[in-house]
């Protein structure tokens, strides 16, 4: 007899499963994956293979999906290995795997074809994403990273796989003004539970995607009655399907639909005006470790 498994962290079909799961679930066939690296510089994830289906996730350049199922039309079915999620996405984004040697830390940096910020763009990346950096260059005092690629990046972009910050709430900062995208996950759009766990990750700190996961698994629970004014910098706050992070002293700084951008307003106020609305009351607070 088949569990009910969540489809966003479970590669289980009734046509097709992972080979982990066989004898767990009922399925026609169970495979094993295929390890492929993201080249696209975001992935968007849905839940269907079809382009008129909303995304619910994107993967970044350089980021590792396990691949079970692909179709002669372009599609392949897999699981991001950064945080689990399941879904559809073009096979055309796909390549062997690299090991990476670092991360981007901007919210946006540019490949040159050549070690000169006056050269045209050929890409960009954005936070999170993966790259395997060679040598290094200096032109006109601003160094440069060689991709494997042999495209070129602002090395100051980047950053060791093994560095964390030790603010991740600066990070999320950053992203002020960026726009409100729902099912994004970089720092061109992005939403409410992305803006956590990008920003978390910049601090070490490895978050589920949704914010009804996050709600359950991040750090430990406060209780509902907490003060406003006893939280901290770095809190998260959650109503049903929105999660927030306390900036600050009564201070919150949350992606979302009202200002269709990663915002900050009052605490209290926000409180208010989200309860009064299809979010409802505050569901949980939770402090990451």
């Known amino acids: 007899m088949s569990e009910q498994l969540d489809r966003r962290l479970h590669p289980v079909r009734p046509d097709l499963a992972a080979r982990a799961y066989e004898g767990r679930v009922e399925a026609k066939r169970f495979v094993d994956g295929h390890l492929r690296m993201i080249t696209a510089p975001v992935l968007d994830f849905r839940k269907e293979p079809r382009k008129d ?20 039309e372009g599609w392949a079915w897999g699981q991001l290995q950064t945080d689990g999620y399941v879904g559809w996405f073009s096979s055309d984004a796909l390549q062997e795997p690299r090991d990476a040697t670092h991360r981007v830390t901007a919210l946006t940096t540019f490949r040159y074809p050549g070690p000169d910020l006056k050269f045209p763009v050929e890409g960009r990346l954005t936070i999170g994403a993966r790259v395997v950096v060679g040598d290094e260059t200096v032109t006109r005092d601003l160094r440069y990273a060689r991709l494997a690629d042999g495209t070129f990046v602002v090395a100051h972009h980047l950053a060791p796989l ?21 099912g994004g996950r970089s720092g061109a759009g992005l939403d409410c539970s992305a803006l956590v766990q990008l920003s978390a990750a910049e601090g ?31 809190d998260l706050i959650f109503w049903r ?24 307003e009052p605490l209290d106020a926000a409180i208010e005006r989200i309860g ?9 607070i939770r402090r990451l470790a």
């Not at 289906?53 to 691949?67: A, H, K, N, P, R």
């Not at 093994?162 to 729902?182: G, I, M, S, T």
């Not at 009064?276 to 949980?284: C, I, K, L, Q, R």
Request: some cysteine; hydrophobic content about 40%.
């Open 53 to 72: 289906c909303g995304i619910d996730t994107q993967g970044l350049f350089g980021e590792l999906v396990d691949v079970f199922d692909e179709t002669a």
């Open 276 to 284: 009064a609305n299809e979010f409802g009351a505050v569901t949980a």
């Open 204 to 234: 070490g700190i490895r978050l589920p995607r949704d914010s009804d996961m996050q709600q359950k698994d991040a750090g430990i629970a406060l209780p509902l009655d907490t003060p406003v004014d006893a939280l901290e910098r770095g």
């Open 241 to 264: 399907g929105h999660v927030g992070i306390v900036q600050g002293p009564n201070q919150l700084l949350h992606a979302n639909g009202r200002s269709m951008t990663v915002a900050t």
């Open 162 to 182: 093994n560095h964390r910050e030790e603010d991740w709430v600066k990070v999320a900062e950053q992203f002020l003004n960026v726009p409100y995208l729902w």
